[in-house]
């Protein structure tokens, strides 16, 4: 298969009216931290509110697709608890994705992207490409510190103990992956509301134990205000470290 490139990805967020309004810098990071997103194949934004209010003149943005709840989705989720809706957010932005993307980055509306974020993160999907790994689940943001020996598996990419997956920031599918996070949060989480997305999301790594993590995390958490779905002040211990170059060896 071929190596990465930046027009094999698209890019979902997910946002909703909330104080402060986080979005805008989260946005402009994403943009300002690496020219590539010009030739990522779609940006699309899931905003959990019936009209467009609460992103303001960024939905001026042409470059974005901004998709509000139809009146059906605010029918469903009329009295939904803050989980459940939250499933429900999560559930849409994976039904968002394009079918025909190689891959899939969701990302929340709190976040600050690393300067160069896109072509680290196309390093590392190389560099799990040439090692063989066709199913995975990678997170490029995480509150754990994945550069310790025993969990390093590349210069760029290590393993995430399943069992202790948290933190939904930012996280990268491939396709089989979005289609079967589809399934698995639709019946167990908005039909049926078993258990937060993020829980449901660790089930199935824990299962198939295919959950990796970028070396150091490629965005960081700004979020002081929980949405109800974790603490909102977790941070990673990562972010500030540097990329790890290509003449860096490992073994």
Known sequence: MKGWEPSDLALVFVTCPRDPP?????????????????????????VDADDLACVGALRGHGRVRWVPRTAEESARVAGFHVHHRGCHNYWRALTLAPEDARGVLICEDDLVFRDGWLRMLLECLDEMRAAGLE????????????????????????????????GTQAMFYPPEEVSAL?????????????????????RRTVEFQHLYGTRVSLVQHTGERSTGLGDGRHRSPSFHRAWPGREEGFR
């Open 22 to 46: 986080y979005f805008a810098a989260t946005l402009a990071s994403a943009f300002l931290g690496d020219e590539r997103i010009a030739k990522v194949a779609s940006i699309t934004v899931a």
């Open 182 to 202: 589809r399934k698995l949060l639709w019946t167990h989480g908005v039909e049926t509301p078993e258990a937060p997305y993020d829980l449901l999301i660790q």
């Open 135 to 166: 199913r995975f689940i990678l997170a490029p943001y995480s509150s754990y510190d994945h550069e310790q020996p025993p969990l390093r598996r590349g210069r760029y990419y290590s393993s995430y103990v399943a069992s202790g997956f948290y």
